[in-house]
């Protein structure tokens, strides 16, 4: 898995990555999958959905999560993400890439935020 591959690049810039995993996967194919692959970073399974829905990666439509990623700030709030990465087998690097690219401007913005507003 190339997001594994790729933690060390999180840690770096002092993010950590978790995993969100909800319906209508299994709380088991999610651990099974985590294991096959060594993932090492936290998976959070969200049965109920309320996490998925209050970070914007919901589909109402299809009832499941869209393959997306959300970016929390130091004060909780998803300052970036994005609903839908592309899923094709040569798309993870360049996904991976444009979380780290939101990464450093969420980071830079909160860098010249000032203490008293953040």
Request: no cysteine.
């Amino acid at each position: 898995m190339e997001l594994q591959g790729r933690q060390g690049d999180f840690q770096a810039r002092g993010a950590a990555l978790l995993a969100l995993g909800s319906r209508p996967e299994s709380i088991d194919t999610a651990k099974a999958k985590a294991s096959t692959h060594g993932v090492t970073y936290p998976i959070l399974y969200d049965d109920q959905t309320s996490a998925t829905r209050q970070v914007g990666l919901w589909s109402n439509q299809m009832e499941m999560p869209f393959m997306g990623y959300v970016i929390i700030d130091k004060s909780g709030r998803v300052a970036a993400g994005d609903q839908v990465l592309s899923e094709a087998s040569d798309a993870a690097p360049a996904n991976i890439n444009r979380m780290l690219a939101d990464l450093a401007t969420v980071q830079a913005g909160e860098a010249g935020t000032p203490e008293s507003t953040r």
